[in-house]
């Protein structure tokens, strides 16, 4: 301690300002009287850190939260003591993983489900026109309507954002009278319904409804009939498959492309399920502590990633802000604690598998996260930092485990 203490005494004998005394004339006795408290906090703040990391290393420790330092000695000519307590990185002894199997969900696409997909391709291709005689809606037509959903007294109580908090307002949307797709509960009573015309009724949706917040709600609905529109499907040959624009000319040149996509579909589904079930299995046959530390900040990554989400999907900053953080952060610590006990667990066994991520591997990484930011792969490494480099490259190393064990496990 000597030696960082007489280094930092004759830095402020450099830059110190002292009357009577020219600037870096000041004499050391001086200075450490003077600053004694400013001199004391300097060596504290040089060596521990240095002193902690040289321990950690010789006890071979991996602190993973940041160290509470107490009983704290520093005094001139006394040895420096201080307690540091801290999470390290869990040891823990891996169970045996190379007799696990998965099954998955099958791959083959049907005939029935290709012409489903025809089908939903024409209506999406579909041209509306808007009636202009004066008659009420007919079964299979579209009404154009604007309304207002308020929700009934005592079911006020939801979370902001969610559909119940506040009435919900509608300025025009498109809703098929009868049709399979539609809310049948809300367009039965727009049968009948003319132009011009108001309506105003309830709607009580069943505790089972799909769209979990309006299950089991109750809504008063004040509903406008603007227009009515029908709906004109395209026929099914070749000239509507040349106007998709996808250098496709004949149906059946459609049909296997449709295939092809949907079989791609099913399989990425197969190896997103079958890889989920391998991690619960790691997971449930290895167990052991995950430091606190660990656990809040994969949860902090999990809000974060979906505070993005409800950005991007035009939720308000000050609604965001009404939200509930304590109670959501409880609810994402299983998932939290199940996604850092898998990356523990496949860090250990890329360790043993000897698996790496090449440099090749990493820069088209680089490449794909530049790409995607708009950045150049300089920027993206200006970005992240060491530690957020080393961050992408220890999740990639984790992938490609994970696609070694799922290609034995399958």
């Known amino acids: 301690m000597h030696?960082?203490?007489?280094?930092?005494?004759?830095?402020?004998?450099?830059?110190?300002?002292?009357?009577g005394f020219r600037k870096g004339k000041v004499p050391a006795s001086l200075v450490r009287q003077r600053f004694a408290k400013e001199i004391k906090d300097d060596v504290t703040e040089a060596l521990v850190?240095?002193?902690?990391?040289?321990?950690?290393?010789?006890?071979?420790?991996?602190?993973?939260?940041?160290?509470?330092?107490t009983d704290l000695h520093v005094e001139p000519g006394e040895a420096m003591r201080f307690k540091a307590s801290f999470e390290i990185l869990p040891e823990f002894k891996l169970a045996p993983y190379d007799g696990i199997r998965v099954t998955t969900i099958p791959t083959d696409v049907s005939e029935e489900e290709v012409e489903t997909a025809l089908k939903n391709l024409r209506e999406r291709q579909a041209?509306?026109?808007?009636?202009?005689?004066?008659?009420?809606?007919?079964?299979?037509?579209?009404?154009?309507?604007?309304?207002?959903?308020t929700p009934k007294e005592g079911e006020?109580?939801?979370?902001?954002?969610?559909?119940?908090?506040?009435?919900?307002?509608v300025s025009e949307v498109m809703v098929e009278i009868g049709g399979e797709n539609t809310i049948a509960e809300f367009t039965e009573h727009l049968r009948g319904a003319k132009p011009g015309e108001q309506r105003i009724f309830d709607v009580k949706f069943a505790d089972d409804f799909s769209d979990k917040r309006l299950a089991?709600?109750?809504?008063?609905?004040?509903?406008?009939?603007?227009?009515?529109?029908?709906?004109?499907?395209?026929?099914?040959?070749?000239?509507?498959?040349?106007?998709?624009?996808?250098?496709?000319?004949?149906?059946?040149?459609?049909?296997?492309r449709l295939r092809e996509n949907m079989q791609a579909e099913k399989e990425h589904e197969a190896q997103h399920q079958g890889k989920d079930k391998l991690v619960e299995e790691l997971v449930k046959r290895n167990d052991f502590p995950v430091p606190e530390?660990?656990?809040?900040?994969?949860?902090?990554?999990?809000?974060?990633?979906?505070?993005r989400a409800l950005a991007a999907q035009g939720m308000r900053t000050e609604d965001m802000k009404r939200m509930d953080f304590e109670r959501l952060r409880a609810g994402q610590r299983e998932a939290a604690l199940r996604e850092v006990k898998a990356s523990l667990i496949l860090e250990k066994i890329a360790d043993e598998e000897k698996i790496e991520v090449t440099g090749e591997e990493f820069e088209r990484?680089?490449?794909?996260?530049?790409?995607?930011?708009?950045?150049?792969?300089?920027?993206v490494r200006q970005?992240?930092?060491?530690?957020?480099?080393?961050?992408?490259?220890?999740?990639?190393?984790?992938?490609?485990?994970?696609?070694?064990?799922?290609?034995?496990?399958?």
């Open 49 to 69: 850190p240095r002193y902690l990391r040289e321990e950690t290393t010789k006890q071979n420790l991996v602190p993973v939260s940041q160290p509470r330092v």
């Open 365 to 379: 990484e680089l490449q794909a996260f530049a790409d995607q930011s708009k950045l150049t792969v300089d920027g």
């Open 293 to 307: 530390a660990m656990v809040n900040e994969q949860i902090d990554t999990r809000l974060e990633r979906g505070l």
């Open 216 to 256: 089991g709600k109750t809504l008063a609905y004040e509903v406008n009939v603007k227009g009515i529109k029908t709906r004109t499907v395209p026929e099914l040959n070749d000239e509507f498959v040349k106007e998709l624009g996808e250098d496709l000319n004949t149906l059946d040149d459609l049909r296997h």
């Open 156 to 169: 006020a109580d939801a979370q902001p954002g969610e559909t119940g908090a506040k009435p919900v307002e």
């Open 383 to 410: 970005r992240l930092s060491e530690t957020g480099l080393e961050r992408m490259r220890n999740r990639l190393r984790n992938e490609k485990t994970l696609d070694t064990l799922y290609r034995r496990a399958s």
């Open 3 to 19: 030696k960082e203490t007489d280094d930092i005494v004759a830095r402020y004998q450099k830059l110190a300002r002292v009357p």
């Open 127 to 149: 041209t509306f026109t808007a009636v202009e005689e004066d008659r009420p809606l007919a079964d299979g037509e579209f009404a154009v309507v604007s309304f207002k959903g």
